[in-house]
């Protein structure tokens, strides 16, 4: 480690993988009571269940990019943090918030958590994703932009690269996009349309940067290839990320109400959107084969490809198969659409947060050469264990989603959903197994920390 | 492949394609703001319908249904509730609302349960507006079929 403050990194990166824990055991909670009705009902309910299990994500996405953001910025710019108790304090703030809103959700029913948290003076709640209470919802701008502020010191400060400014550009899309949060027309077409501009723009828009210059950083640390070329690759990834993905919201906006031409224009510029995670995979496969030096971290390398690989497969193949409008008269709404979105958020994002982790973390603890070879180890069956897990998991929702929709939506012999979704039981059994072998990896991963170092 | 781009033809790729694309999604954001109106019938908005979205949104209904293929995906899309359970009946299906408001959680064994949200009369009969608004939105003919 380089400089003192990027030890605020790891408060982030520790309370990140907390929240994973958390998110996957509400994601098996739901497995459960996808199959047993009765399972923990009445006394937490599906959409509760859900609720925990989004919002867990985003805030332990949010955490771990901040983590990752608070490792590298130092050593981008060459000089320590602007304000590293800043960072510390945002943390707390952060972590409080996001404790309380899970027990909000948990120990106090919604329409009443809606009353109590004056929903009604300024109703933003009970949106997909957004279901954060207005003090949450405060809570994270607040936070962001402390987070943005320090960062964008630290840069005027010291060195500019290109990570960087991919990297605020990135945070500052971040943040203006989460505006549309707070505005909830009354109009329900109206409000899905703009809803989208946070949710989509977020994920395949500005998180793609932030994902491209993560993964740009932790390859030009592991591999020691020059950053000129390095830097290339980056700017092409989000070039084609940007052509692709903006236009791309448009492949939200085939059957919601929005007007024709977004079928052709969705379709078009969203066949385009698994380009960037292809040149991703390049990206990685061939700095790795062109690597100048021998990292003794190897398993941060392992991660960086997997995240190439698995976001491809997750955000682009997945994202593919449901993304042309004629297509996606049948498949909007049905489990294909959770089993794209699972493997795109394990594949990506996810992915890149245990990227840096597994290069920054053993660094923050005094380890500037990785693990122990037997640690490394540890992480590689965990490795596995999650992708595989992660990929049963979108192959049984895959394998749902198509029997629902032969179920609901062609021929003439059709069934109704609750009919259909018990048909598909054995399915969601299956995708059970596999998010126990998820959960299993985590723990293994978990575990690896814990594995005694070489003497 | 790589090897003819240089950098700064990438870096300028980036910068020309993003505002490139950038404004025109501007552009027809302004244009389907614009159209959104006719297409959803916003002049059918009654105060019923407004109090019912509300209503939809502080119930969290969107964390288990589907609405215009939009939400969790473990109970029913509602879009085309009202042709489905209502007949397109206004007066059948606000009674059929009714019912099927007070009568959660139905008492199936293993069957996926709906809270009971202890719901007045008035609301459901909100929801019940929100729901026959919703489901007249020029949607691109979708859902394909009636079973949603």
Not at chain 1, 170 to 198: E, R, S
Not at chain 2, 14 to 26: E, H, M, T
């Amino acid at each position: 480690m380089k400089y003192t403050s990027q030890m605020v990194a790891k408060p982030y990166f520790i309370f990140a993988l907390v929240l994973l824990a958390g998110e996957i055991l509400f994601g098996l909670l739901m497995a459960i009571q996808y199959i047993y009705g009765d399972f923990l009902f009445p006394l937490i309910p599906f959409n509760v269940l859900r609720m925990v299990h989004t919002n867990l994500l985003i805030v332990l996405l949010l955490f771990g990019f901040m983590g990752a953001t608070y490792y590298l910025i130092p050593e981008e710019t060459e000089s320590e943090l602007w304000s590293p108790k800043l960072a510390i304090f945002t943390f707390w703030v952060f972590a409080a918030a996001g404790v309380a809103t899970i027990l909000g959700y948990l120990f106090v029913p919604y329409a009443e958590l809606t009353e109590l948290t004056f929903n009604n003076i300024l109703p933003t709640m009970g949106r997909e994703f957004l279901e954060q209470p207005l003090p949450t919802k405060l809570g994270i701008v607040l936070v962001v932009v402390l987070y943005i502020l320090n960062v964008l010191m630290t840069v005027i400060k010291g060195r500019k690269t290109v990570i960087t400014t991919v990297l605020l550009t990135g945070l500052f899309g971040l943040a203006v996009f989460f505006l549309f949060a707070f505005y909830v027309p009354d109009n329900l077409i109206m409000d899905k349309f703009l809803w989208w501009f946070t949710v989509h723009l977020w994920v395949e828009a500005t998180w793609e940067l932030i994902l491209g210059a993560l993964l740009a950083f932790v390859l030009i640390k592991v591999t020691g290839v020059d950053r000129e070329h390095i830097d290339k690759w980056l700017y092409l990834i989000i070039a084609m990320t940007m052509v692709s993905g903006i236009l791309g919201t448009g492949h939200h906006f085939f059957y919601m109400g929005a007007p024709e031409y977004w079928l052709w224009i969705g379709s078009i510029a969203s066949a385009v959107e698994p380009l960037p995670f292809y040149l991703m995979i390049l990206f990685a496969f061939t700095m790795a084969r062109e690597r100048k030096i021998q990292h003794d971290n190897e398993i941060a390398l392992t991660w960086a490809k997997g995240t190439a690989v698995m976001g491809f497969l997750g955000a682009g193949v997945w994202g593919f198969i449901h993304t042309l409008a004629p297509v996606n008269m049948f498949t909007h709404g049905t489990q294909l659409t959770a089993a794209h979105g699972h493997l795109a958020f394990y594949g990506a994002y996810i992915m890149i947060v245990f990227t840096v982790i597994s290069y920054a973390m053993p660094i923050l603890r005094g380890r500037p050469h990785g693990n122990s070879k037997a640690a490394q180890k540890v992480e590689l069956s965990a490795f596995w264990m999650m992708n595989i897990g992660m990929l049963g998991l979108t192959l049984a929702l895959s394998a749902a989603g198509i029997v629902q929709i032969l179920d609901q939506r062609v021929g003439t012999e059709l069934i109704g959903f609750m009919e259909s979704q018990e048909s598909i039981s054995g399915i969601y059994m299956l995708r059970a197994g596999f998010g126990v072998l998820v959960f299993a990896g985590l723990l293994t991963y978990f575990y690896s920390f814990f594995v005694k170092q070489d003497a | 492949m790589t090897e003819r781009i240089t950098k700064s033809m990438a870096k300028n790729i980036y910068y020309g394609g993003g505002a490139f694309a950038l404004l025109i999604f501007f552009a027809l954001t302004f244009d389907t703001v614009n159209q959104i109106p006719h297409r959803s019938n916003q002049q059918d908005m009654t105060a019923s319908v407004v109090a019912g979205k509300k209503i939809w949104e502080d119930n969290n209904c969107v964390g288990c249904h589907t609405i215009i293929g939009e939400g969790a995906y473990y109970a029913p899309e509602l879009m085309n509730v009202f042709q489905r359970r209502g007949g397109s009946d206004e007066v059948a299906f606000k009674d059929y609302m009714q019912g099927w408001m007070a009568a959660q959680p139905l008492d199936t064994p293993h069957r996926r349960k709906m809270p009971q949200f202890n719901l007045t009369q008035e609301q459901v009969d909100f929801l019940s507006d929100f729901l026959i608004w919703t489901s007249k939105v020029n949607a691109n003919e979708w859902p394909p079929t009636i079973e949603g």
